[in-house]
């Protein structure tokens, strides 16, 4: 039987490049950035770092207000997509007597703290901003910049009269099960005494901010901020930038993934001087914006919204669609490695498995050939062209796509610092950065570093939650996620947290929080209604998922991302744990998961008392 290598060899005949070639030298980039660390390489902001998280630039007026002292129905701590979500659908289903907790002064979550300029989601906004039909809303561009989305998350808590049950400028401290009054016990930075029968924990993946463990970071004399806490009082301007202060200012910014490509091009429009300290360079693709096309949205027919989300996984999934709806960067990659996987040659009998995969895999050199070929055509040094190419199939980063992005490093006033040799920059000392052995003076440095997205759970969230008999939360996931469907968990009664483990992630990731909102106010609606007033997860329910969580889990995907550069995505390159993992046949059979789960009506599972 033939191995990859002779395969690879035979299925390459006629094409322009050496794809064994190409393997290897994905194979010593990935290598030589693999960091003994993992994920303990970043530093999490308490402590004197705190401030990273904790200061708010966009405070307009200080919340003063008694302690809180009520019994609610249900605490839902996060005014992101997902408690926003939760709240719409508990409207939905009649139940009011809820607040939602936020330690920012509106809702929006990341959308809130997310305002460094450029800021846009590159998921398109006619599947990425939800209940467009319920709030007759029609999104500007195919791509939203972030304060149309800010401004819709507004509009959603408007429609559905979230704002009087919303608790702002609120941290919580402490989430306990009472166990003689079965109730939770809501504890803020506030001193409010909040008692709610139910708790939704919406936190967010990419709520907490993290920071590379460069040595002497806390040396720096001069000015910093993470990019979730953008300082347009320091840099002047706004999202649509003009950061005019910066015209006199030598700054540096950390970081080459999704955020960065966005702020880049601002920072380099207006900064004396900017040096971006790159250790992995992302994938840029075209962004090719456009307005909305007012006669088509006009002409979409009731439950387009949802069918078009649906088409949207389907297409990354590689599941069998009638038509792209969404046509765009994420679809051409996974249309042709769907439609590399599925081909065979003339004389091919039997499907064979590693032909399929290294088809695909050679759709993916393409499309990456086509990434960095971009990078020649509009980067005009050719030494910096070379930095900014990415070694690694698309997928294993999150790919980006912006038009400003790449032009910018031909700015006289903008240098790109490649850190790989050192595996990130050596230091920071009183006055600037080190790299390559060469300090470089600065008077900002901004991080662009992003976030505990999966860093391990206690590190995700600032406050513990503690369960029957005084267990917290993160003691019971020590070794990894225990929940069913990734939203209940066993010794935490009337308990639901909205995350990215053991449940269907997509990169869209507002319609997940919207299937999981339903699913949970569908859950509390039922034992609301009933006789009893408290569910909780059985152990043996708990243990079941963990296993379908494992035994289904995509080999594919996991053995696809152990070859990957380190990031976040893959745990740094170091071994994952499956449990830890997103339900593996993906969002859509998820939710015919939960689907059926509903519709059998007897909330398996679950023990009432
Ligand atoms: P990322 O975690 O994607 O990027 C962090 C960057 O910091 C990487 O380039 C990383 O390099 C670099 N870095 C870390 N440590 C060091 C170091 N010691 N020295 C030099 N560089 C270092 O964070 P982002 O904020 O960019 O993105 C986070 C997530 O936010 C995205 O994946 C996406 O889910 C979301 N997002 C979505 C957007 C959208 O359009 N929807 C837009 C922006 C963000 P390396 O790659 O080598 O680790």
Known sequence: ?????????????????????????????????????????????????????????????????????????????????????????????????????????????????????????????????????????????????????????????????????????????????????????????????????????????????????????????????HTCRWDYDYTGGDHEGNLHKLADKKVAIIGTGSTAIQCVPYLGETAEQLYVFQRTPSSVDLRGNKPTDENWFKAQKPGWQRERRANFSSVLLGEPVAEDLVQDGWTDIA?????????????????????????????????????????????????????????????????????????????????????????????????????????????????ATGFEATSEPRRRVDFDTIGRGGQSLYDHWVDGFRTLHGIMSHGFPNWFTIGINQNGLSPNFTAMFDDLAIHISYVINEVQSGENSVFELTADAEQAWVSEVIETTNVMRNQFMAQCTPGFFNHEGSKENLQNLPYGPGINAFNAVLQAWREDGSLKGLQLS
Request: charged share 30%; hydrophobic share 35%; aromatic share 12%.
């Open 1 to 225: 039987m033939a191995n990859d290598t002779e395969i690879l060899e035979k299925l390459s005949k006629g094409l322009d490049y050496d794809p064994v070639a190409l393997r290897k030298k994905y194979d010593y980039e990935r290598d030589r950035r693999l960091k003994k660390e993992g994920s303990e390489q970043y530093l999490e902001v308490s402590e004197e770092l705190a401030r990273f998280e904790n200061d708010d630039p966009y405070v307009e007026e200080e919340i003063v207000r008694d302690p809180l002292d009520v019994d609610i129905d249900v605490a839902i701590i996060g005014a992101g997509f997902s408690g926003i979500m939760t709240g719409a659908r508990l409207s939905g289903k009649g139940i009011s007597n809820f607040r939602i907790f936020d330690a920012a002064s509106d809702f929006g979550g990341t959308w809130y703290w997310n305002r460094y300029p450029g800021a846009q989601c590159d998921v398109e906004s006619y599947c990425y901003l939800p209940l467009l039909e319920e709030t007759g809303y029609m999104p500007k561009e195919k791509y939203s910049f972030a304060p149309e989305i800010y401004e819709h998350t507004q509009r959603i808590a408007k429609h559905f009269d979230l704002y009087p049950r919303a608790v702002f400028q609120t941290r919580i401290t402490e989430v306990r099960w009472d166990e003689d009054n079965q109730y939770w016990q809501v504890s803020t930075n506030r001193g409010d005494d909040v008692r709610a029968k139910f708790v939704i924990q919406g936190t967010g993946p990419l709520s907490r901010p993290k920071l590379p463990g460069i040595p002497g970071l806390e040396n720096f004399k001069g000015h910093t901020f």
């Open 335 to 447: 249309n042709r490695v769907g439609v590399a996987l599925m081909t065979r040659s003339e004389d091919d009998g039997e499907l064979d498995i590693s032909e399929m995969l290294l088809r695909g895999e050679l759709a993916d050199f393409g499309k990456m050939n086509e990434v960095r070929a971009r990078v020649d055509s509009i980067v005009e040094s050719d030494e910096t062209a070379e930095k900014l190419k990415p070694w690694y199939r698309q997928f294993c980063k999150r790919p980006t796509f912006n038009d400003l992005y790449l032009p910018t490093f031909n700015r006289p006033n903008v240098k790109l610092v490649d850190t790989t040799e050192t595996q990130g920059v050596e230091r920071i000392t009183e006055k600037g950065l080190v790299a390559g052995g060469e300090e470089y003076e600065v008077d900002c440095i901004i991080f």
